[in-house]
């Protein structure tokens, strides 16, 4: 069942990086996303996030990574975009470059609405139209073009 990744992303989960280590970026934008949804403990997310992509990396190929990991501080799913136009290495399984970090935080439980979000935003991001837009476009009209 595919699900509505346009629900869960806001303007202000949307972030331009410059290139820099993995993981530094991966800090970054965990906290930007934890200070912009109010989370309590923004190093509890940002923990969650860079042991999780310690333990595999989530770069899924065709300069897409996903990083993901299930927190307490939030109810819902958030979806939090990091564009990287230079792109970064990212051990990812086709070892290309990543220029698109789709980050998802996840509320405990809710395993199967996560598995069919996550599916809808791979399957989003790896069309090569909707790539260049998560990429190019500015964070109001990329929301706009959401499906």
Same mark, same amino acid.
């Given at each position: 069942?595919?699900?509505?990744?346009?629900?869960?992303?806001?303007? /202000?989960?949307?972030?331009? #990086?410059?290139? +820099?280590?993995? !993981?530094? %970026?991966?800090?970054?934008? &965990?906290?930007?996303?934890?200070?912009?949804?109010?989370?309590?403990?923004?190093?509890?997310?940002?923990?969650?996030?860079? /042991?999780?992509?310690?333990? #595999?990396?989530? +770069?899924?190929? !065709?300069? %897409?990574?996903?990083?993901? &990991?299930?927190?307490?501080?939030?109810?819902?799913?958030?979806?939090?975009?990091?564009?990287?136009?230079?792109?970064?290495?990212?051990?990812?399984?086709?070892?290309?470059?990543?220029?698109?970090?789709?980050?998802?935080?996840?509320?405990?439980?809710?395993?199967?609405?996560?598995?069919?979000?996550?599916?809808?935003?791979?399957?989003?991001?790896?069309?090569?139209?909707?790539?260049?837009?998560?990429?190019?476009?500015?964070?109001?009209?990329?929301?706009?073009?959401?499906?």
């Amino acid at each position: 069942m595919e699900m509505n990744i346009k629900k869960y992303i806001r303007e /202000d989960l949307i972030f331009d #990086l410059k290139a +820099g280590e993995k !993981l530094n %970026i991966l800090k970054e934008m &965990a906290g930007s996303i934890a200070d912009a949804a109010g989370f309590g403990s923004r190093e509890a997310f940002v923990k969650d996030i860079t /042991d999780r992509e310690k333990q #595999l990396s989530t +770069g899924i190929g !065709l300069g %897409i990574a996903v990083p993901h &990991a299930q927190t307490e501080e939030t109810d819902d799913f958030l979806v939090g975009i990091g564009r990287i136009r230079e792109g970064i290495l990212f051990e990812s399984i086709d070892d290309k470059p990543v220029h698109i970090i789709i980050m998802i935080a996840r509320p405990v439980g809710r395993q199967k609405d996560y598995i069919n979000l996550l599916a809808s935003v791979v399957s989003y991001a790896k069309n090569k139209g909707n790539f260049n837009r998560l990429l190019k476009e500015n964070p109001q009209k990329l929301i706009e073009s959401l499906k």
